[in-house]
């Protein structure tokens, strides 16, 4: 069989039984064929006619140690022999979960030691919800319910994760959203600030928002904040260094939990273990996905700060939560060996040390490229905003039209990044070399001048 003959039986089989998320149904079913993914191995991912290609996504946010790692496997196959599956309900536990716990409160800010596990990021996110309104029923406040979000967050897709996070179209089909959260305006410095405005002047305005919103809302209905440290699917964007402070500031002010989503800036992808970390702040509760296994399996959790352990201390009353899955053996093994592989090969400090800043430079090339309004980059995520109009930072009147020409055109080139409306953006895996570096430095160059010629 030849491969084109598989990627075509393989496209109309799934364009006939496989519903993919976050798609428009009707044209994959009318035949616009997927692209077909077989294998990866390292940096690149390899389809079903033999092309490699470079992924600047590492997957989705995931993939920080690359593709086709043995130890990994190795270390699920071994679990899956000792012991496969057992569940964590009802007073039982096993070794791996114990020593992943164990690790995952090693490398946690110091005043948080405990995790609960699930295995997807919205799962988390669900726990965190659960967790932050427990705590202040048992804290004798149950009123408190309300939690401020911002605008074009995404923290996962069941009803109330989607709830939290800020995006309409998500919003749009959740018939209605799910009752208790606030949305404020994202830090988003390129596109909502002022004329004149610095970037330090915005990051202030965008953190008092959610003071205005506890304001509105009455303090004593308030249970916390939740943000992304750098706000991911909604397109990269970096707070300004003023930001968080201020956010901190204020949570501590009303005496509101914080919740960091950290399911893509955990493990390492802005050079510390957690954002939280890097941006100097004191979440009470931490979620995290995607890059604890670098994706080879899933799982998920909430680091949960002493404060809240201590109320759930308080009473002999059970938490009815939990899922199938949590803890999961295989997965808390594989977790366990890929910190332990990012430990060894130093890929944290190395997005400190060299690819952070190799990402940045090989932005930084781009800037003046008529099609670019803005670069940023913060560690191994990064962000090309095209515009249609560079000094006025005019947008395309179709938004997202340009950004997918781009995608393609990336795409044909060999190499991946994802475009969020018209902002391209990219997190790669965190053992990129020079070599990667140049080769996706020379295939931005092409097919941003390419989207240019097709634009103009
Ligand atoms: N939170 C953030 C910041 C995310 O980026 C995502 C997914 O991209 C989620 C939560 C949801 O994770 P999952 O898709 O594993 O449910």
Not at 199 to 227: H, K, S, T
Not at 282 to 289: D, E, H, Q, S, V
């Amino acid at each position: 069989m030849s491969n084109r003959f598989q990627t075509k039986q393989i496209q109309d089989l799934d364009a006939q039984h496989h519903l993919h998320p976050f798609s428009d149904h009707q044209s994959l079913r009318a035949g616009q064929n997927v692209r077909v993914i077989v294998k990866g191995e390292g940096p690149y991912v390899i389809d079903s006619e033999g092309h490699r290609i470079l992924d600047g996504m590492a997957g989705l946010w995931t993939t920080n140690i690359g593709y086709g790692n043995k130890e990994l496997a190795q270390a699920a196959y071994d679990q899956m022999v000792e012991l496969p599956f057992y569940n964590t309900f009802f007073k039982t536990t096993h070794p791996p979960v114990v020593a992943l716990s164990r690790k995952l409160a090693e490398i946690a800010p110091a005043h948080i030691n405990q995790v609960f596990f699930g295995s997807s990021g919205s799962e988390s996110n669900d726990t965190a919800i659960r967790l932050i309104r427990h705590y202040w029923a048992l804290k004798g406040e149950p009123k408190r319910r309300i939690i401020i979000s911002r605008k074009n967050a995404y923290h996962g897709s069941t009803i109330a994760a989607g709830s939290m996070g800020g995006m309409s179209h998500v919003h749009q089909h959740s018939y209605p959203v799910y009752e208790g959260f606030r949305h404020v305006m994202d830090p988003y410095w390129y596109g909502d600030s002022f004329p004149g405005e610095t970037p330090e002047a915005f990051g202030l305005r965008a953190a008092r928002a959610i003071d205005e919103e506890i304001l509105r809302c009455g303090p004593e209905n308030v249970a916390a904040f939740a943000g992304e440290p750098v706000q991911g699917a909604g397109g990269v964007k970096i707070a300004p260094s003023t930001y968080w402070p201020e956010v901190q500031r204020i949570v501590d002010k009303y005496g509101i939990l914080l919740l960091a989503d950290e399911v893509i800036t955990g493990f390492g992808r802005v050079g510390t273990w957690f954002a939280s970390e890097f941006y100097g702040i004191r979440p009470n509760l931490i979620t995290f996905a995607k890059a604890a296994t670098s994706g080879y399996i899933p799982l998920s959790g909430v680091l949960v700060d002493d404060k809240i352990v201590e109320a759930l201390m308080s009473t002999d009353d059970d938490f009815n939560h939990g899922y199938t899955f949590s803890g999961h053996p295989v997965a808390c093994a594989v977790a366990l060996k890929n910190l332990e592989i990012m430990e060894r090969d130093r890929l944290v400090p190395k997005v400190k040390e060299t690819t952070g800043p190799a990402l940045a430079k090989l932005f930084a090339r781009f800037k003046d490229h008529p099609l670019v309004g803005e670069v940023r980059t913060v560690g191994m995520l990064g962000a090309i905003e095209l515009v249609a109009d560079k000094k006025t930072r005019k947008r395309f009147d179709d938004p997202g039209r340009v950004g997918l020409i781009c995608r393609d055109h990336f795409f044909r080139e060999g190499f991946i990044m994802r475009a969020v409306y018209d902002t391209m953006v990219c997190a790669p895996p965190l053992t990129w070399t020079d070599a990667q570096f140049e080769e996706a430095g020379a295939v931005i160059q092409k097919a941003l001048d390419q989207t240019l010629a097709d634009v103009s």
